[in-house]
Structures are given as C-alpha cells and as structure tokens.
C-alpha cells in the first residue's frame, strides 16, 4: 500500500498570504489528522476529520482551517500568514480510533 | 484533558549504553499509549504501543516500553543502543473509548555518540 502522502513539501510564502497543503492518506483509512510540529514545540494537534466531518478540534485561531473530501483526501488552509506559522505540517491517516496514525513526510511552510 | 510529559528534552549516550527515556501522562481514562519515532530525514513513526494486556510491550529494533498505571508512566527503554538510533522519541496518549485526538509529548532527542 502506498504510504501517506503530502503536497508540496516545500512552500515559501511572504506575510499576509494564504496557503493551501493537500493530505491523501493510506487507501482505506477514513481518517485524517494534521499537526503542527516545531522546535522545542513538539507536534501540536491542529484538527481530525472522519468521512468528512471534523472530529476534533486543536487550539489554534481561525486562520487555520481545513476539510476533507469524499475520498478521505484532506486539505488544510491557512489565511493571513505570520512568521510565525513558520513549521512543518504533518498529516497522519489512521484506521480507526485506536490512536495508531502513519504519517506523511510534511510540508516545510516558510514564512518570510 | 489530557497531557503528557517528556523530561528529557536532549539524551546523549554511547553506543551500548542502556536507554531509558521517561513519560508521564495525565488522564483520567482508560488510556492507549504509544512511542513513536523520527529519524534524521524520515517520517514519525510508530515504534510501539500499548492498548491492554501484558504491560511490557515490545517493538521494533530492541525497543520495549513498560506502562506502569500506578505512575501514569509508559517510559522507554533499549538495553543497547546503537549509532542508528539517534532520533527523536515522542510519547503519545489518547483515550481507548471515545474519539478523542492523539496527544504527544514534546519529544526527547536521542544522540548516539559512536
């Protein structure tokens, strides 16, 4: 099976923009997750989607969103960019709930 | 809800020295635990976990990890390591009813010195 995959890897973006990272997961799982993982930060839950709907939800504000497709492919945006947002972006697909997730290789967002 | 804890934020050992990195979890629940793994270059990965049964649970590469639910502890532990395992070590929680998300620990980055 093909693993998890993620696009683009690799995304400069300049203050204020927006962005859009796409999440197709392993065939199968109806799961979706995406963190945010930077230095000394550690991997922060940003949301869950399951056939579609979101499940859970992370402490980030509102610029941070996202979906997921009848496919199970998800998308995650991010509006009005800030240096901050700077990190990189794991998505992880799972079968079930037991918390077991394979993850994706990430997209490395700089904010400039 | 709930949180976990990784002390150690930096472990540098020797080849063949023993491992033990700590976790400490919060949570009320039943609870189902897992390590997972980042080497250099690659995908997090899952090294164990645990969901019921034998708390001494085994995983790839000689790892093992024992949940001690007295401690809310589910630490890690290699007997030998090696320079390969030079990584960073997430610990991760999540309820075993219910659809709650997968909590990590900030990490623990693992040096091997050869």
């Known amino acids: 099976k093909a693993g998890v995959t993620q696009t683009p890897r690799y995304l400069i973006k300049t203050r204020g923009q927006q962005v859009t990272l796409s999440c197709s997961p392993i065939?199968?799982?109806?799961?979706v997750s995406w963190y945010q993982q930077t230095p000394g930060q550690g991997l922060q839950f940003l949301f869950e989607?399951?056939?579609?709907?979101?499940?859970n939800k992370g402490n980030f504000p509102g610029r941070f969103s996202g979906r997921q497709f009848s496919n199970s492919r998800s998308e995650m945006n991010v509006s009005t960019l800030e240096l901050g947002d700077s990190a990189l972006y794991l998505c992880a697909s799972s079968l079930g709930t037991s918390g077991e997730q394979y993850f994706g290789p990430g997209t490395r967002l700089t904010v400039t | 809800a709930q949180s976990v804890s990784q002390h150690n934020h930096h472990v540098i050992l020797s080849e063949a020295a023993s491992l033990e990195l700590g976790c400490n979890y919060s949570?009320?629940?039943?609870?189902?635990l897992f390590w997972y793994v980042q080497y250099p270059g690659q995908h997090l990965q899952l090294l164990l976990k645990?969901?019921?049964?034998?708390?001494l649970v085994k995983g790839i590469k000689g790892f093992e990890a024992e949940f001690i639910k007295s401690k809310f502890s589910f630490n890690l532990r290699k007997p030998s390591v090696q320079w390969s395992d030079t990584a960073e070590y997430f610990c991760a929680v999540t309820s075993r009813f219910g659809n709650e998300k997968l909590t990590f620990g900030t990490g623990t980055r693992l040096t091997i010195i050869p």
């Open positions: 645990y969901f019921s049964g034998d708390p």
């Open positions: 065939s199968g799982h109806r799961s």
């Open positions: 949570y009320g629940g039943t609870v189902n």
């Open positions: 989607y399951f056939s579609e709907t979101q499940r």
